[in-house]
């Protein structure tokens, strides 16, 4: 692993800090505004393809953009890791806005180049987190995450929109005030510095003497790190995300599946594999609770999931359930199981996205949202039901779908360690998935339609709809038969 | 030549009596409009006539120091002087001028040339207050603030206004007259009216005992810290807009300076001996002045208790006495001066719109004055310490010296923390997005005018400015900070009339060698905490 200074890995910032204001510039033209989105998701995602060759050699660029004290820096880097998430974000993005463009001009929905704006603040939050080199220049990214994406939440301005983006916050803000900024603090004060440690997964930025000195205190930190990223979703800090589905599904499909909470397992991924080190989680006894609690938060998201009949709803708890995988997986870390979760940030994004496209496919085709009431529904939206099924595979985690790819090596890693109880939930989760995601899948095929509803009218949602979903979902397959795209980023990233 | 030139110009002096002048000038002017315009012009010149304050050097001691004795039968000089710690305050002092004219432009309607006369009285106590050196001379600026402000309540104030100047008037004149008693006791005991001498003069114990607590009470009314802070929220809430910018970023700050300045290096082991008494109250200020800004309605009154919490993170990084500690108090009180000024002023000019304070009376106002929102936005979010926002850095610096003192106490802070947000956040989105009482005013309301970009860009950006880069500022002001407490920890180690091996106000917990001061013993020569001081300076 080598470190170079270069300015390379600024692209990707630039452009996406300068999309949202671009977006408020050509507001008034929707047309200009919504291509404007679409050539700087382009752009970025094409600024990001250029750092691969480097590293996928193990070469990390790296640079410090502003110094405000020694050791509190912000700071990129790109290496395996961060690419990934750098690069689908940003990837995601040009077929959301497609999608934007079908939902929101069907629905005529108020205040969009605000939407479209906060949209774009939210990309390049989440390209920052990714490229993040330090724990503060995360914070700060994750940080604008929540706050732009506020209004993206609470958009409708009903009681139940400002509800929920209220709940939104509250967890969010709330739990990134009080245990993620003393975790940082703390982090500063045990290791003298926020870096964190690239190209090395095993040793974290926590010295052997400190360990052994303060054992207590680096375990309080993990602690507070694991609480204060609530993005991630993990049990009992993961109820703002049922709550953020008031928002337009456009929102929850890239934000909700994607960006935000692939931030919160990127930033757990990342605090544990580049801050923490796997031989400190070990050592300190703290990767098997870790694992544990998400098991738990992958079986008990399952079973919600089943009760509900919100298509958006039961997709909601399928996230939470899903984002602990890639919490187990680094949590365990045994080479194995870290490869099947961080490959499962990559596999889950893609496939979550199409699921979430479809459900807003069918919203604004049918205004449907309940699934007993989709019943027959499938003959008529056949490539939205379609995708919607592939992608549901995926999530079951079935082959040649890119589910079964992570899960594979998560069950892998499971065995490795002996961890009889993690590969029951994991099993268990996959059977709790097909229970939740199968029935909607039969009843838009094979039942009659439901009383009240009149099929004869409905028809696939507009193309600018249509086609990112096919496209998402035929990625998740792509990625299933050919699994060393990310792989190879992954293996680059640390030494397995 | 110019360097000739420079060392003659008594820059402090002009500094001090300039907006002196400047008042006498307008006494004959009559019309407002020329009023206005004159005292923008001094205020404006006043900056030009401190571009030579930018040649301040990054290092200890006084500077730009003029000396003329003054009645030398009583040992009373005309000292003036700035160092590290008063830099910053003068700036913000001269700074914040120029703005309190534009935010009362069309705010203050009635008796013109007496408000105008007050601002300028005011800048010039607030100057003076910051480069006195001698303790007279420190006394009589500190008094002279006192009767414009009341003034400037208790006629250009609201509804409540009699009541909300007494008050702040009795409490103050409470506070400064235990500060004369301190000054006497001082000349007395020690000798000298100087400053500087008095900083460097050992005093026996029982003496710093009762000069701290004098001190205490003078200094924690102005603050104000838990629970002197009564007169501020009904001072804030009924003074005009530039009042209570002035109020918030100048007056507040006399009080922490002056534990810089008196308490710390007069009595350097009381200050130990009382510490944790101080951390105490400073940390139920930051808790009680949090939890009670959550409960307004009244959105100066929120501002006003906020700024209760914030100066208690600045009283509780002094009193830990640590590099960072103290250095992050100092910033704060810069970032406390820029934001919470800027907030006020936002608040008067949300005010001349819906001439009302009350939330729920401008609610919505994302949709009608977007750019009047961005701007309250950036400010909240600085206020809550929002990374890469002035804010952060010196809420930062303050909960990491806490956590370096002790755990338990950084983590008793972090609610504070959380407190701040949530009632920033709880304002800012009513505003934003609460539905207006009555839309048909809001659609009424222009945006913001071109004076009002005036005034609150330059806060705006140093807001980014002091947030991403604040390397320059913080190298002003180190060098000053690192002396004092080397001073501090010696005369601490030194002083055998208690005992001093285990200070009460350094509690035991967690040190990590190469980032804290050293102990506080005599053999201690060079300080390890010098080193990442020297090469922040370097970069």
């Not at chain 1, 991630?232 to 008031?246: E, K, Q, T, Y």
Request: hydrophobic share 55%.
């Amino acid at each position: 692993m080598t470190v170079i200074e270069s300015g390379k890995v600024l692209w990707p910032i630039v452009i996406t800090f300068l999309a949202p204001l671009a977006v408020l510039l050509t507001g008034r033209n929707q047309n200009l505004r919504e291509g404007v989105s679409i050539i700087a998701g382009t752009l970025t995602a094409i600024f990001v393809l250029c750092l691969a060759p480097a590293v996928l050699q193990g070469i990390i660029f790296r640079y410090e953009l502003f110094h405000i004290r020694p050791g509190l820096t912000v700071a990129f880097a790109a290496d395996g890791l961060g690419f990934i998430f750098a690069f689908i974000a940003p990837f995601l993005w040009i077929f959301a806005t497609s999608y934007n463009i079908g939902y929101m001009r069907s629905l005529k929905e108020h205040a969009q180049t605000r939407y479209y704006f906060c949209f774009a603040v939210a990309i390049f939050g989440a390209v920052g987190v990714a490229l993040a080199a330090n724990v503060f220049t995360l914070y700060l990214f994750y940080e604008i995450i929540s706050v732009f994406t506020y209004p993206l939440v609470a958009h409708h301005q009903d009681e139940e929109g400002f509800m929920g983006a209220k709940k939104y916050m509250v967890y969010l803000m709330g739990t990134s005030k009080l245990f993620l900024l003393p975790a940082m603090i703390l982090t500063y004060v045990l290791a003298g510095t926020l870096d964190f440690s690239l190209g090395d997964i095993k040793n974290g930025m926590f010295s052997a003497q400190v360990i052994s000195d303060h054992p207590n205190l680096v375990r309080l930190t993990y602690v507070l790190f694991i609480a204060g990223l609530a993005k991630a979703a993990l049990m009992p800090f993961h109820n703002w995300l049922p709550s953020a589905m008031v928002a337009p599904t456009p929102v929850s499909a890239l934000l909700h599946a994607v960006a935000v909470v692939k931030a919160g397992v990127f930033s757990v991924s990342r605090i544990i594999l580049s801050g923490f080190g796997t031989e400190t989680m070990t050592s300190l006894g703290l990767s098997l609770p870790t694992a544990y609690l998400a098991a738990f938060t992958i079986v008990a998201a399952s079973l919600i999931a089943l009760t509900k009949d919100d298509i958006k709803a039961r997709l909601a708890y399928s996230t939470v359930s899903q984002l602990s995988y890639v919490i187990i997986g680094v949590a365990l870390a045994a080479p194995a199981a870290v490869q099947g979760g961080l490959l499962h940030i990559g596999h889950h994004a893609f496939s979550k996205i199409t699921l979430f496209f479809g459900a807003g496919a069918i919203y604004v085709a049918s205004h449907l949202k309940s699934i007993k009431m989709m019943n027959g529904l499938g003959r008529r939206m056949p490539w939205t039901f379609g995708a919607f099924g592939l992608a549901s595979l995926s999530m079951i985690g079935m082959p040649p779908v890119c589910g079964f790819v992570s899960k594979w090596y998560l069950v892998n890693g499971a065995l490795d360690q002996g961890q009889l109880i993690l590969l029951v939930a994991l099993l268990l989760s996959t059977i709790l998935n097909a229970g939740y995601f199968v029935p909607i899948f039969y009843r838009a095929f094979f039942l009659a339609p439901a009383e009240g509803v009149n099929l004869e009218g409905y028809r696939e949602a507009p193309l600018t709809m249509v086609i990112p979903l096919v496209f998402t979902s035929l990625v998740s397959v792509t990625l299933g038969l050919f699994p060393q795209l990310f792989h190879a980023f992954i293996k680059a990233f640390g030494s397995f | 030549m110019i360097t000739d030139l420079l060392s003659c110009y008594p820059l402090l002096t002009v500094l001090t009596f300039w907006p002196l002048l400047a008042a006498l000038i307008l006494s004959p002017v009559k019309n407002e409009r020329t009023i206005r315009l004159v005292t923008m012009a001094a205020a404006l010149i006043e900056l030009v006539l401190a571009i030579p304050l930018l040649g301040f050097e990054s290092r200890a001691g006084f500077q730009f120091e003029e000396l003329i004795a003054w009645a030398p039968e009583w040992k009373l000089n005309y000292h003036l002087g700035v160092d590290g710690l008063s830099i910053l305050m003068i700036w913000l002092s001269i700074l914040t001028l120029p703005m309190c004219v534009l935010c009362s432009w069309t705010y203050i309607g009635r008796r013109v040339k007496e408000f105008h006369i007050c601002l300028l009285l005011m800048t010039m106590a607030c100057v003076g207050v910051f480069s006195a050196l001698d303790t007279v001379l420190f006394y009589v600026f500190w008094e002279a603030l006192l009767i414009p402000m009341y003034l400037m309540i208790a006629i250009w104030g609201s509804d409540d206004r009699r009541y909300a100047s007494i008050k702040f008037f009795l409490y103050t004149l409470a506070g400064s007259t235990l500060l004369l008693v301190a000054i006497v006791a001082l000349r007395i005991t020690g000798g000298t009216f100087s400053i500087p001498e008095l900083m460097t003069t050992e005093f026996s114990y029982g003496f710093q005992y009762w000069i701290f607590l004098a001190f205490f009470i003078a200094f924690a009314i102005k603050v104000p810290m838990f629970p002197f802070h009564t007169w501020l929220p009904a001072a804030h809430v009924q003074a005009p807009s530039a009042g209570s910018v002035i109020l918030a970023a100048v007056l507040l700050k006399m009080g922490t300076y002056g534990f810089l300045r008196f308490s710390i290096p007069m009595a350097p082991v009381a200050s130990t001996d009382f510490a944790p008494m101080m951390i105490a109250i400073s940390v139920a200020s930051i808790l009680y002045g949090g939890a009670v800004a959550l409960g307004q309605q009244d959105i100066k009154k929120l501002i006003a208790y906020s700024s209760v919490a914030h100066m208690g993170f600045v009283t509780l990084g002094i009193f830990l006495f640590s590099l960072d500690g103290v250095n992050g108090a100092i910033f704060q009180m810069l970032n406390h001066g820029i934001i919470t000024g800027a907030l006020f002023m936002m608040v008067g000019a949300v005010y001349e719109r819906s001439h009302s304070r009350e939330i729920v009376k401008n609610m919505g106002l994302g949709k009608y004055l977007p750019a009047f929102m961005f701007f309250w936005g950036l400010f909240g979010l600085a206020s809550f310490g929002f990374p890469g926002t002035n804010g952060f850095v010196g809420e930062f610096m303050v909960i990491l010296a806490a956590f370096r003192a002790n755990t338990t106490l950084g983590l008793l802070v972090i609610p504070g923390a959380l407190l701040s947000a949530a009632y920033i956040l709880k304002v800012t989105l009513k505003m934003a997005w609460g539905q207006p009482a009555s839309p048909a005013s809001g659609g009424s309301w222009r945006d913001l005018k071109k004076k009002e970009w005036a005034y609150l860009a330059l806060p705006a950006v140093l807001v980014v400015w002091l947030g991403l880069a604040p390397g320059g500022v913080l190298g002003l002001i180190e060098p000053s900070v690192e002396d004092t407490l080397k001073t501090f920890h010696q005369r601490n180690g030194r002083v055998d009339l208690v005992q001093v091996t285990s200070p009460a106000g350094r509690p035991e917990g967690l040190i990590i060698e190469e980032n804290i001061l050293p102990e506080p013993t005599v053999t201690t020569t060079e300080p390890a905490a010098a080193e990442p001081a020297e090469t922040e300076m370097e970069k």
